[in-house]
């Protein structure tokens, strides 16, 4: 322990003694008074109670009751040291301060004025003492409670196992050990600065210090001794700081963009900041000496020199070094940090291991070739996720209290032995769509959503809608899903109340039926274990007064063994238990082991690795889907910069009672290690993952996105062509929206040059960081990741995670997305079936344009949807258009069909060796022209008709009935018969251009 000596405390002189004013009766507060004050304080217990409290219940029934209990126990005990520390120096500093002030009446005009304040001080003094360093350290103890997380990490540090370029100190003194240590500096300076500003204003006050002819101060002996150790505290403290910069310097972004310490700070920056800690220390001295002998002189000195070493050597001597030495030379002078920047911003994104291939796309392959690609062009992803919703809600949707999101989710699921690209969603509960929206109604009635629809991704029916294996209400298809109530959803309620016991009568909506006689609905009790109850009065009272809500203490439906639902996001569940991870954008549902499941990726991040690239992860993750609005599933990323990123755990939320699991991903990763330490209870091995739940884990949108958009620089490994910045890339914009935004990534099965066989992948190309709106839109590289993990239990695929980046000729152009839409939107044939697709009563909806590096060349594929212009949007796929080369295009009813209607190449005229020499008797090869018999078919006209032609005037006639049958249809539902009338008007449209172009009548 520790003691402070004050200085006895000397006589009291007043100086303008007043009159003693005589003492009344003590004042007696009313019994009302005292009800109101017990009231308030029940009162403010009772919401304390049931923010807390209610959060203790939540985190317990999820079994996560360590992280809340570690966070609040490290927030309090840094808050409690946070207050002590502030609190006790400033209080030390005015207690001294008061004590040793001089014993004399006041003599000059200016102690006389002073005087007066202090009068008006001393009624207050002794609460004041008490209560400035008290109200210091509350605002103290609030920032030093809000760096847990700081504190948690550098107490629970883990090496990295790799070192930086310039000290040679384990990167993980960079993440941990450093923000610590600068918080602290930063925190004891605070306190040092304001005890010493609070302590002159005490001795001001009480004569500590006073002003010799109203402009030289004059020091007590006291005063002099206490504000020179200060100043000598503080003074070491800016040499600590200086200190610290040296490193820092390594993971700070410059003011030309550039990351890391540079040739100037290497240099210049470094060793200025070393000698100014000296000089700050030489400055402490000073300071010190002078307190107990009384000359200023020498620190008024030190501090002159200490500001003019701070202008000189930190700031006007790394300037001319930068302007005359390195600006001149720059390459010559930045190649070696610039290839420190490389190395470290390739490792800490996990860029470092890419597969690189040249990739020699031809343009005149044989479509032949293509088609025989059967492993690639097999698993197409024809359905656009971004797309096909409104259908999936008018097929699937049943009840508008139902909902599917606006983006749905790309999986895999192997149906009848073989795994096929699917497109899936939750039927999610919509609160907007519940018809009578009252307390009841929103909170006992409506819980719960009710089973997914699941697509075939790379084909449709006959109507040109999805080709559901899963769906329906009851729950039904290849899926076999056991439990398909949905209680935690992306679109739940704020809360429900839940359960009741088995014989509770059933009050939740489950399901529409006509089997039933109960108004047609089926009602069922919860059974699951998802939330606190909520049927003892206490809790009632406690959530009533959380939501607001009295209904909750007097409803008949919250019964004794009633449960309360809330927080029921999956992104929020996961953010909730895993404070320290920055989530995916995507919450994407899965069907495991015969239940409906959430997926979520996390991430460990820090911006603090030394040379790495800072990364905006909001900027990165922007693309054309991320921008659609009131998509459920998908979450802004934090508006973070990091230059270090993992994918270090898979959470997975229970759709039916919300158990959150977060799986141990990335267990090399040193900042997870660190906090395991911390919440050694909340993670579960790899070991533990089933091989279904294997199955649909995949690779992280968020985490491709970043590394994309590194490689786009990063993939240049020279520090010199680097440095020129010829070769870099970027992501093309999307060309399906008019809107400049750039082109998402797609999760799609296919095959890589260097792979044997197709995978589940996700990928995403490369143009020119140059391209603008006018510039060449040339693609330069395809980058891929394996996104499969595998179906056995506790063991991922060996190649899950693997980057594989084809690099496109530089002497060759291939046309990038932008060029193949605009390709598409000018063919002749592409206009002619988009004409024919087109009226004014229906639109044509460009799907996704895929990329995929087929037959050694890269083949594009995009889907065409037509939906109404007005009233219900159902998009149907119509036809498929893809380009192979720069203008072989192929557009048809299937991708099969589409993929011969390629042109062939155009054909390579031989070398004329004869020299055209009419006398050697060889004549030009005939050309082969196809017999009408074995290359005509029936047209659509014919089949139409059961045989011949038709007149025009009968297509024509033939196409108006179509439009009224699909009009008809539209208005009154049948989408069986508006599909079917969609078909008649195909024909129809077909039979007519065949009629026009043989000059019918």
Same mark, same amino acid.
């Given at each position: 322990m520790f003691s402070i000596n004050f200085p006895p405390r000397p006589p009291r *002189?007043?100086?303008?003694?007043?009159?003693?004013?005589?003492?009344?009766?003590?004042?007696?507060?009313?019994?009302?008074?005292?009800?109101?004050?017990?009231?308030?304080?029940?009162?403010?217990?009772?919401?304390?109670?049931?923010?807390?409290?209610?959060?203790?219940?939540?985190?317990? @029934?999820?079994?996560?009751? @360590?992280?809340?209990?570690? @966070?609040?126990?490290?927030?309090?005990?840094?808050?409690?040291?946070?207050?002590?520390?502030?609190? #006790?120096?400033?209080?030390?500093?005015?207690?001294?301060?008061?004590?040793?002030?001089?014993?004399?009446?006041?003599?000059?005009?200016?102690?006389?004025?002073?005087?007066?304040?202090?009068? *008006?001080?001393?009624?207050?003094?002794?609460?004041?003492?008490?209560?400035?360093?008290?109200?210091?350290?509350?605002?103290?103890?609030?920032?030093?409670?809000?760096?847990?997380?700081?504190?948690?990490?550098?107490?629970?540090?883990?090496?990295?196992?790799?070192?930086?370029?310039?000290?040679?100190?384990?990167?993980?003194?960079?993440?941990? *050990?450093?923000?610590?240590?600068?918080?602290?500096?930063?925190?004891?300076?605070?306190?040092?600065?304001?005890?010493?500003? +609070? +302590?002159?204003?005490?001795?001001?006050?009480?004569g500590g210090i006073s002003l010799v002819g109203g402009t030289k101060p004059r020091l007590s002996k006291p005063a002099r001794i206490q504000l020179g150790i200060g100043a000598a505290v503080f003074s070491l403290l800016i040499g600590v700081q200086y200190f610290l910069d040296r490193y820092s310097m390594l993971s700070q972004v410059n003011a030309d963009g550039s990351d890391g310490a540079g040739y100037t700070a290497i240099h210049a920056n470094i060793p200025a900041k070393l000698i100014l800690?000296?000089?700050?220390?030489?400055?402490? +001295?000073?300071?010190? /000496?002078?307190?107990?002998?009384?000359?200023?002189?020498?620190?008024?000195?030190?501090?002159?020199?200490m500001v003019l070493s701070a202008v000189v050597v930190g700031w006007a001597y790394p300037a001319l070094i930068q302007n005359f030495s390195v600006k001149p030379n720059e390459l010559d002078k930045e190649r070696q940090y610039i290839q420190w920047n490389i190395e470290a911003t390739r490792y800490a994104f996990g860029i470092d291991d890419v597969e690189v291939s040249a990739y020699n796309a031809e343009t005149g392959v044989d479509p032949a070739a293509i088609r025989a690609d059967a492993d690639s062009t097999a698993q197409i992803r024809l359905l656009d996720p971004t797309v096909v919703s409104p259908t999936f809600r008018q097929r699937e949707q049943n009840k508008q209290y139902y909902d599917f999101p606006q983006v749905l989710s790309v999986d895999r699921y192997e149906i009848e032995g073989e795994k096929q690209d699917t497109v899936i969603a939750v039927r999610d509960l919509k609160v907007s769509g519940i018809d009578n929206p009252q307390w009841v109604n929103l909170h006992t009635v409506y819980t719960h959503g009710y089973g997914v629809a699941a697509a075939y991704g790379n084909t449709t029916d006959d109507s040109g809608w999805p080709e559901f294996f899963e769906g329906g209400i009851p729950a039904a298809g290849a899926l076999e899903v056991e439990e398909p109530r949905v209680y935690f959803g992306t679109t739940s309620p704020t809360y429900s109340i839940v359960g009741g016991g088995q014989d509770a009568k059933p009050v939740e909506l489950d399901y529409p039926s006509d089997a039933t006689e109960a108004g047609g609905e089926v009602y069922n009790?919860?059974?699951?274990?998802?939330?606190?109850?909520?049927?003892?009065?206490?809790?009632?009272?406690?959530?009533? #007064?959380?939501?607001?809500?009295?209904?909750?203490?007097?409803?008949? =439906? /919250?019964?004794?063994?009633?449960?309360?639902?809330?927080?029921?996001?999956?992104?929020?569940?996961?953010?909730?238990?895993?404070?320290?991870?920055?989530?995916?954008?995507?919450?994407?549902?899965? /069907?495991?082991?015969?239940?409906?499941?959430?997926?979520?990726?996390?991430?460990?991040?820090?911006?603090?690795?030394?040379?790495?690239?800072? @990364?905006?992860?909001?900027?990165?993750?922007?693309?054309?889907?991320?921008?659609? =609005? =009131?998509?459920?599933?998908?979450n802004s990323v934090a508006a973070q910069t990091v230059n270090y990123l993992r994918n270090s755990v898979k959470a997975v939320v229970d759709a039916y009672d919300g158990t959150v699991t977060l799986y141990a991903w990335d267990v090399d990763d040193p900042v997870l290690k660190a906090w395991t330490s911390i919440y050694s209870t909340s993670l579960e091995p790899i070991a533990d993952i089933s091989g279904d739940l294997m199955s649909h884990l995949r690779y992280p949108e968020t985490l491709f996105k970043v590394q994309r958009t590194m490689l786009a620089r990063y993939h240049v490994t020279n520090a010199g062509s680097f440095f020129g910045g010829q070769d870099f890339w970027k992501t093309p914009n999307d060309p399906t929206k008019e809107a400049s935004i750039q082109q998402p990534p797609y999760y799609l099965t296919l095959k890589m040059p260097t792979q044997e066989e197709a995978v589940f992948s996700l990928s995403s190309t490369y143009i020119p960081a140059g391209s603008t709106s006018g510039g060449a839109n040339i693609l330069k590289g395809f980058l891929a990741v394996d996104s499969e993990t595998g179906s056995t239990a506790g063991e991922v695929a060996a190649d899950y995670g693997k980057m594989r980046l084809l690099q496109l000729p530089q002497g060759t152009s291939i046309a990038g997305p932008g060029q193949i839409q605009t390709t598409f939107e000018t063919n002749d044939k592409v206009k002619n079936q988009i004409r024919l697709l087109q009226d004014a009563g229906t639109e044509v909806v460009r799907g996704n344009l895929l990329t995929l590096p087929v037959g050694g060349g890269l083949l594009y594929v995009q889907p065409l949807y037509v939906q109404a212009t007005s009233g219900t949007a159902l998009p149907a796929l119509r036809k498929v258009v893809v380009g192979f080369g720069d203008d072989r295009v192929g557009i048809a009813d299937t991708l099969a069909a589409a993929l011969n209607d390629v042109e062939e190449p155009a054909p390579t005229v031989p070398e004329d060796t004869t020299g055209g020499d009419e006398s050697s008797g060889a004549e030009p090869p005939a050309s082969p022209s196809p017999s009408p018999s074995a290359s005509a078919s029936p047209s659509p006209s014919e089949s139409a008709g059961g045989g011949g032609a038709i007149s025009l005037d009968q297509a024509i006639d033939d196409a108006l009935k179509a439009m009224d049958a699909a009009d008809a249809a539209m208005k009154a539902g049948d989408w069986d018969a508006w599909a079917q009338a969609q078909k008649d008007l195909q024909a129809a449209r077909q039979a007519l251009e065949a009629a026009r172009n043989s000059g019918a009548t």
């Open positions: *002189q007043p100086s303008n003694p007043t009159p003693r004013q005589p003492r009344g009766k003590p004042l007696r507060r009313s019994p009302v008074a005292w009800t109101v004050g017990i009231l308030a304080v029940l009162a403010l217990a009772l919401y304390a109670a049931s923010q807390i409290w209610t959060e203790v219940l939540w985190f317990k @029934q999820i079994n996560f009751l @360590q992280v809340f209990t570690t @966070q609040w126990i490290a927030r309090i005990a840094l808050f409690l040291a946070g207050f002590l520390v502030m609190g #006790i120096v400033v209080w030390a500093a005015v207690t001294w301060a008061y004590r040793s002030r001089p014993v004399y009446a006041p003599t000059t005009d200016s102690e006389q004025v002073v005087g007066r304040y202090r009068d *008006q001080f001393e009624p207050i003094r002794r609460y004041a003492l008490i209560g400035i360093p008290a109200a210091l350290g509350l605002f103290a103890a609030g920032n030093a409670a809000g760096r847990w997380e700081t504190v948690l990490l550098a107490l629970n540090s883990e090496p990295f196992g790799e070192v930086d370029p310039r000290f040679g100190l384990d990167i993980g003194f960079y993440v941990f *050990q450093l923000p610590a240590i600068r918080f602290g500096v930063s925190f004891l300076m605070g306190v040092v600065l304001i005890s010493l500003i +609070a +302590a002159m204003v005490i001795q001001y006050l009480y800690a000296c000089i700050a220390v030489f400055v402490a +001295a000073l300071f010190a /000496v002078a307190a107990w002998r009384g000359d200023w002189k020498l620190p008024a000195t030190g501090l002159g020199l009790t919860y059974a699951g274990n998802g939330g606190p109850n909520v049927g003892s009065l206490l809790n009632k009272v406690l959530y009533a #007064i959380r939501f607001g809500s009295t209904n909750i203490l007097f409803s008949s =439906n /919250v019964r004794p063994e009633s449960q309360i639902l809330y927080d029921r996001d999956p992104f929020v569940r996961v953010q909730k238990v895993a404070p320290y991870l920055t989530l995916d954008e995507r919450v994407y549902p899965a /069907v495991v082991d015969g239940r409906i499941v959430w997926i979520v990726d996390g991430y460990t991040t820090t911006d603090s690795y030394p040379y790495s690239e800072h @990364q905006s992860l909001s900027s990165a993750a922007l693309d054309s889907i991320s921008t659609l =609005n =009131n998509v459920a599933g998908i």
